[in-house]
Nanobody, 123 residues
Framework: EVHLVESGGGLVQPGGSLRLSCAASGFTFSTYSMIWVRQVPGKGPEWVSSISGGGTGIYANSVLGRFTISRDNGKNMLYLQMNSLTPEDTAVYYC?????????????????WGQGTQVTVSS
């Protein structure tokens, strides 16, 4: 059974940084891409970034140059370093198990997500 637990969210001022983490279990972590998705209440989910099993990341235009996705396959951990945060980045951030090895722009089924961590960017 896929089990994903996000952490690292919180309240940060505009221009600040946060690092999200996601602990994964229940599957062979290194053979699957991993994805960060974010969602604002009342809106649909937004794809943020994906990383292949080998560690190559791709990003939504809205976060390109500010966010960095990474993974540690030895620890079954996924990360999202978020810099230069703006109020528009406020959302619940979810990590999700990809459908395969490669990093594609994709929002997996909800059953493949963790429980999420709240990120609030406000002064």
């Amino acid at each position: 059974e896929v089990h994903l637990v996000e952490s690292g969210g919180g309240l940060v001022q505009p221009g600040g940084s946060l690092r999200l983490s996601c602990a994964a279990s229940g599957f062979t972590f290194s053979t699957y891409s991993m994805i960060w998705v974010r969602q604002v209440p009342g809106k649909g989910p937004e794809w943020v970034s994906s990383i292949s099993g080998g560690g190559t990341g791709i990003y939504a235009n809205s976060v390109l140059g500010r966010f960095t996705i990474s993974r540690d396959n030895g620890k079954n951990m996924l990360y999202l370093q978020m810099n230069s945060l703006t109020p528009e980045d406020t959302a619940v951030y979810y990590c999700a198990k990809g459908r395969g090895y490669w990093n594609i722009k994709d929002i997996p089924p909800r059953a493949a997500w963790g429980q999420g961590t709240q990120v609030t960017v406000s002064s």
